[in-house]
């Protein structure tokens, strides 16, 4: 259900609509090593209440024992078994492709190697071993001299996998390149595209749901070309939260794979009601809001919660942009009338 289709919100929560939440980590549950401010709090009422708690992410550098750990070090609570990485998606996509037991060349870390290890295969380090499978993720410590023992690989027939294709990765110096980045340069020197595993492509979902069990998932995300298009791409409704990287001018010009299901300031508004966003004449309300789109351009009017008015206008804006995206123009004085 988008934004646009929500006419008749239920009267409970949110959260009372699902049986899982999917949340992606940096920007919904931290920012680097600091909680995002009442997350912990917002994820154990869930918790409380029944839901699946599932922490996806796209790092496949860390083990999910080591994120685990990092996570209650902020007051999450959170097992082994609750993390699911694109390291875990990618050794499972691989172990699937190749017979069990079978050599995988690793160009990455701890994290990865371990995921290989566990879907029954022999994680190495050269070509040397012919391994049947090339499978690439982010690491502090990767080498030309692994890269290169990976290119050979692929150059040898081996099947050349990427762990996602983020291209940059934040961190607290700023922007650094990402996996995706990385893994150019075994692409560029064989000509052979990676299969991607993590967000927004399937495999990762996948191995979601596998492990959770979900009937009824919630991605919960705060970026809209990984969270939001992962959920597009898999069917499944989704809720951008506002404590990451997107922002008001972000959502209002979404194409149709970017335009989550729910927006909240954060995750505590999985336990408020589902928010009520409604045709009104030529208009869309929500809360105390208004918000139409007359001579190209959007205009908003009223008061109140400044996400309320948000939603309105992105109900607006997305109908005024169809299949396609609104323009930045046209849209861009709606954060200051707003408040943001």
Partial sequence: MTV???????????????????????????????????????LERARKEGVRLAFVTNNASRTPGAIAEHLRRLGVTAAPEDVVTSAQAAARLVAEHVPPGSAVLVVGGTGLRVAVRSHGLRPVTTALDAPAAVIQGIWQGLSYGLLAEGT????????????????????????????????????????????????????????SVIRTGAARPLIVGDRLDTDIEGATRA??????????????????????????????????????????????????????????????????????????????????AWEAAGEGRADEDAVKAAPAILGF
């Fill in 152 to 207: 050979l690989a692929v150059r040898q027939g081996a099947w050349f996998v990427a762990a996602n294709g983020d291209t940059t990765m934040p961190t607290n110096k700023g922007e650094l390149p990402g996996n995706g980045a990385m893994s150019r340069v075994i692409a560029a020197a064989t000509g052979v595209e990676p299969v991607v595993a993590g967000k927004p492509e399937p495999p990762l979902h996948r191995e």
């Fill in 235 to 316: 069917g499944v409704d989704s809720l951008l939260v506002l404590t990451g990287v997107t922002g008001p001018v972000d959502l209002l010009t979404a194409g149709p794979a970017h335009r989550p299901a729910h927006i909240a300031a954060d995750l505590s508004g999985l336990h408020a009601p589902a928010a009520d966003v409604r045709r009104q004449g030529s208009g869309w309300t929500c809360g105390g809001w208004t918000a139409t789109w007359e001579d190209g351009r959007l205009d908003i009017d009223g008061r109140g919660d400044p996400v309320d008015g948000l939603r309105a206008a992105c109900a607006a």
């Fill in 4 to 42: 646009e289709q929500d006419e008749a919100a239920g009267s409970g929560s949110l959260l009372g609509r699902y049986d899982t939440l999917l949340l992606d980590l940096d920007g919904v549950v931290y920012l680097g090593d600091h909680a995002v401010s009442g997350a912990p709090e917002a």
